[in-house]
């Protein structure tokens, strides 16, 4: 069975604080792993697309690294606006299926 | 440019009603796809669209039904609902290119049964 799991649930971070959310897989006909970032009550905001293992991408502070089971989205020096649920996604073949994980609820202290 | 736009952004509806819920794509975009977020979880898919034809569909009754127009615009149908139908209801949109596609979401439609 499909499936996309992240880890941690939660995490609390001060500011300046570097860490990192998992993401693990188990998908097949896997064509692209995806990271969303959801504000409460908003649609998840497109950050990175993956597609093979080995790929990074990077937007400011945030980091998104691909491996045949895992992703992770490293996040440096992160600012309070940094706050938010992040979902890890993977796009089956053949038509747009998205398998969300069940995502990862950051904040960010001053 | 715009983004993917869904109406209404909130709705309240009794057990039993029917709702409507619809959405237009990002422009150029022409598959549409639905998802259902419950608080708490990750978005669900419900179905699919590409060139007004229903190319998938997750696990979810038949009272869920969805169709596309010609603009490409698509409408998401819940007859007969439930209390556990309330949700935030996306809608996204892609080029569906092959070899793949990044696929952006609306701010949502929230749902809440009565």
């Known amino acids: 069975e499909d499936q996309v799991t992240q880890s941690p649930e939660a995490l609390r971070l001060q500011e300046g604080e570097s860490s990192s959310l998992n993401c693990s897989y188990t998908?097949?006909?896997?064509?692209?792993l995806f990271w969303y970032r959801q504000d409460p009550g908003k649609g998840p905001e497109f950050l990175f697309t993956?597609?093979?293992a080995g790929e990074e991408k990077e937007k400011e502070r945030l980091k998104a690294t691909l491996t045949k089971k895992e992703s992770f989205l490293h996040i440096t020096a992160p600012k309070p606006e940094d706050s938010a649920t992040y979902l890890c996604?993977?796009?089956?073949?053949?038509?747009?299926?998205?398998?969300f994980g069940p995502g990862t609820s950051l904040s960010v202290i001053p | 440019d715009a983004g993917v736009t869904q109406s209404p952004t909130h709705l309240i509806k009794t057990r039993g009603q029917q709702v409507t819920l619809r959405c237009s794509p990002i422009?150029?975009?022409?598959?549409v796809s639905w998802y259902q977020q419950v608080l708490g979880q990750g978005p669900q898919f419900i179905f699919q669209?590409?060139?007004?034809?229903?190319?998938g569909r997750g696990n979810f009754p038949d009272r869920f039904s969805a169709r596309q127009f010609p603009n490409y615009s698509s409408e998401l149908n819940v007859n007969a609902l439930l209390l556990g139908d309330s949700a935030l209801y996306l809608c996204?949109?892609?080029?569906?290119?092959?070899?793949?596609?990044?696929?952006?979401f609306g701010e949502g439609s929230w749902l809440t049964v009565v």
């Open positions: 422009s150029g975009h022409k598959s």
């Open positions: 996204a949109s892609s080029l569906a290119r092959q070899g793949g596609n990044t696929i952006y």
């Open positions: 993956l597609y093979s």
């Open positions: 669209y590409y060139e007004k034809e229903e190319r």
């Open positions: 996604a993977a796009l089956k073949t053949s038509y747009d299926k998205v398998i």
């Open positions: 998908v097949s006909g896997l064509r692209g």
